[in-house]
């Protein structure tokens, strides 16, 4: 089975997903401590397991929400 990747609704070009279950945030820049313009590299997010449910924690306009992994799959 191949590896699919998929953007994500609502947050399309910060974080993608793939068929099974891996996110991944997606290279963009921003401000570093000091003001100047920083570089934040495309990795993959670890999931929470504190839960009985993967979850994750996907930021956008400094509003951050949860997701269960399944349910972004699906």
Known sequence: ???IW???IEYEKLYIISNFG???NLEK???GKNGSLRRIKERILK???KTPYNTVTLHK???QKTFT???LVA
Request: hydrophobic letters at 35%.
């Open 47 to 49: 999931p929470y397991t």
């Open 6 to 8: 998929l953007p994500i």
């Open 22 to 24: 891996y996110i991944k």
């Open 61 to 63: 306009d400094q509003k």
């Open 29 to 31: 820049f921003g401000l």
């Open 1 to 3: 089975m191949k590896e």
């Open 69 to 71: 992994i399944h349910t």
